[in-house]
């Protein structure tokens, strides 16, 4: 019985050192505060204008227009890009119109959608049309020949790509929003970059694509969920070490003599 006890208290000790842990890594990539709405976009790679994730911007323009947005995208995440564009007044317009979004990283290298719709053609009498790009899990470190989206600095480009001349020069209304979520330990790699993928970072060029990165800083690829599993092996092991030695040495008792013998 004392066994079981000392084994038993011991489980739910660690069983509460366990969810401390797991909900203080929950609570410290938890953000409630929602970012500003931003009101503008770039016309270049050079001009993007900086968006932080889960933030919401909006931008007037002209049909034809090039738009870019610059938002930062850290180790073990997977982005997805959010735009839609408000298109003029069907009787203003003479044809459908196709529009699409791309994603280039830190190196201006375009990476492909794992999911979503990134190009779709609007008819002539739409009043919207939405358009999306989920990009790959953001591994720590690539090789060099490799096109493996790398922590760093990422560009969202807006435009119309077939569209009838007439229709240039109309008034929309862009929106874009770009989303996250951690993929998981399971998806680590070891090694990481010695500097995140941001342009023009130490210099005075590009510093507002420069100053876009996490709120709470680059990981630098040293954190994954596989040091909680790791953690919970550790303490399993422990668990199981200190239930043995209590067995065995509950059974390892020499019998008592009885007196008078």
């Not at 100053?211 to 199981?240: F, I, M, N, Q």
Request: glycine share 10%; aromatic share 6%.
């Amino acid at each position: 019985m004392r066994t079981t006890r000392v084994v038993r208290r011991f489980a739910v000790t660690t069983g509460a050192a366990l969810l401390a842990l797991t909900g203080a890594a929950g609570a410290a990539a938890a953000d409630d505060d929602k970012p500003e709405e931003v009101t503008e976009a770039g016309t270049s790679f050079r001009t993007a204008t900086a968006l932080r994730i889960d933030q919401e911007a909006t931008a007037e323009a002209s049909t034809g227009d090039y738009l870019y947005w610059a938002f930062p995208v850290d180790t073990g995440q997977r982005a997805t890009v959010h735009a839609t564009v408000k298109l003029p007044d069907a009787a203003t317009r003479h044809a459908a119109s196709t529009w699409q979004v791309d994603v280039y990283d830190g190196l201006r290298r375009r990476q492909a959608c794992r999911l979503g719709t990134p190009t779709k053609t609007a008819a002539q009498d739409a009043a919207s049309v939405s358009l999306s790009c989920s990009l790959r899990t953001v591994r720590s470190w690539s090789e060099q020949w490799a096109n493996d989206p790398l922590p760093g600095t990422y560009y969202l480009r807006l435009t119309v790509t077939d569209l009838k001349a007439d229709d240039l020069g109309l008034p929309v209304r862009a929106e874009a929003k770009v989303t996250a979520t951690d993929a998981g330990g399971a998806q680590a790699v070891d090694g990481a970059l010695a500097e995140p993928l941001v342009p023009g970072a130490g210099s005075d060029k590009q510093q507002t694509a420069a100053a876009v990165e996490p709120e709470d800083g680059w990981s630098g690829g040293w954190w994954s969920s596989r040091w909680l599993w790791t953690a919970a092996g550790g303490v399993l092991a422990a668990l199981a070490g200190v239930g043995g030695y209590a067995l065995t040495r509950g059974s390892g008792r020499p019998a008592r003599v009885p007196q008078g013998m």
